[in-house]
């Protein structure tokens, strides 16, 4: 019995993206000592066969907390924002549990290896949003003089979501945490916090987006145990493009020293012409080689 697994969750429309994110995994050696388990969320039949015989266990996704149906409007892919904070009760059977995204795969195993490193004692392995090259972190409405009203990602959500004013002012210039890379250990104790915070979430707030308000609410204001992890871990291309290494003909970091990254992910898309990456394997966009050639690109596994 393999003792750690790389979970992720899909529904049809991004099936594609999940046999990339699995074959991204199995092409190292090293994947052979982990497990892959896949959270459905509307898979079709023939998707589910296409898979089986690439990951260790698959599970219907379900709505581990009670959600309106009006928040939900036949989107089953929405689970995501809820069952990703149950890991255990679905696949019970492994000591650590690395979550990753369908839209992301895996470029360098070291993240890999540090994500599972980082959890150990319970800690939460997580990255931050923030790293050189942001040029904007939170928003605001300027007024008048000093005068400015609020607009950053976590605490528009937190008042939203009926989070007491004081933790909404806690989180609301905190670098935000993204939550579609993150490792936990089965027995920590940020399972319950964070699920915590997330029947609170899900009750008030919109249903997209409660999942990382919560766990955002679990480091800032609760203070769980966390280890962060350098922004290379968890590469979220539409918040800063990656450069292109013409000569190991690999995706790095675009400022020196160029690490190679860890994990490419795609979240919000990439869009051109009105068409997203991620639904489109067709589209290329324009990013710099290490020699400051223009290339055009596919950020999808497999297809670049």
């Known amino acids: 019995m393999k003792e750690n697994t790389i979970v992720s969750l899909a529904d049809e429309k991004y099936f594609d993206l999940l046999e990339e994110l699995i074959d991204s995994i199995k092409r190292?050696?090293?994947?052979?000592?982990?497990?892959?388990?896949?959270?459905?969320?509307?898979?079709?039949?023939?998707?589910?066969?296409?898979?089986?015989?690439?990951?260790?266990?698959?599970k219907k996704a379900e709505w581990d907390i009670e959600v309106p149906a009006i928040k939900v409007r036949g989107k089953e892919w929405l689970k995501s924002q809820v069952s990703r904070a149950f890991l255990p009760r679905y696949f019970p059977n492994y000591k650590k549990y690395l979550w990753i995204d369908c839209d992301a795969w895996v470029n360098d195993w070291s993240s890999v290896e540090l994500y599972l490193k980082a959890c150990a004692g319970g800690k939460l392995g997580i990255t931050q949003s923030v790293g050189p090259g942001y040029k904007i972190l939170s928003k605001v409405?300027?007024?008048?003089?000093?005068?400015?009203?609020?607009?950053s990602q976590n605490f528009k959500h937190a008042i939203s979501s009926k989070i007491n004013i004081d933790k909404a002012r806690k989180i609301a210039f905190a670098p935000h945490i993204n939550i579609g890379v993150f490792s936990l250990e089965k027995n920590s104790d940020c399972w319950n916090v964070w699920q915590k915070n997330l029947e609170q979430t899900i009750k008030h707030g919109r249903l997209f987006g409660s999942e990382g308000l919560a766990i955002n609410l679990s480091v800032y204001v609760d203070n769980v145990d966390t280890e962060f992890l350098p922004l290379g871990c968890n590469w979220i291309t539409s918040n800063l493009l990656p450069k292109f290494d013409e000569d190991k003909k690999e995706f790095v970091e675009p400022y020196l020293p160029n690490n190679k990254i860890g994990i490419i992910h795609l979240a919000a898309g990439l869009w051109k012409n009105g068409k997203d990456m991620r639904l489109d394997d067709s589209i290329k966009i324009e990013i710099k080689s290490l020699n400051n050639n223009s290339l055009s690109k596919s950020l999808r596994f497999g297809k670049n």
């Open 28 to 58: 190292f050696p090293e994947s052979k000592d982990i497990a892959i388990c896949v959270l459905d969320a509307g898979l079709n039949e023939n998707q589910l066969d296409k898979i089986k015989n690439k990951v260790d266990e698959i």
């Open 141 to 151: 409405k300027w007024l008048f003089g000093k005068l400015a009203i609020v607009k």
